[in-house]
């Protein structure tokens, strides 16, 4: 399992808690349109993700993510950088 596979499986496990609807999620989700969530839910999510990866995500950023699979790129490319 890659890296990329790996942080997927961790933001899908992350995602259950908030997936108050029951949407099946793939990459292609979008968090807003798709699953629904109010402003709230997303920073709510937005805390966990970054208590899971002890990364930052700023507000611009956040805003650019839209979907699941976006969200696992921008991870893997905050925690590059944190280690750099």
Not at 3 to 20: G, M, S, V
Not at 58 to 65: D, K, L, P, Q, Y
């Amino acid at each position: 399992m890659t890296d990329r596979d790996e942080r997927l499986q961790t933001i899908l496990r992350l995602i259950e808690e908030f997936n108050k609807k029951g949407v099946e999620v793939t990459e292609a989700t979008r968090f807003a349109q798709d699953l629904e969530w109010d402003s709230l839910t997303v920073m709510d999510f937005v805390a966990a993700v970054e208590d899971e990866y002890d990364i930052i995500i700023t507000m611009n950023r956040a805003a650019e993510i839209e979907t699941v699979g976006q969200l696992v790129d921008a991870v893997g490319e905050l925690q590059g950088s944190a280690s750099a």
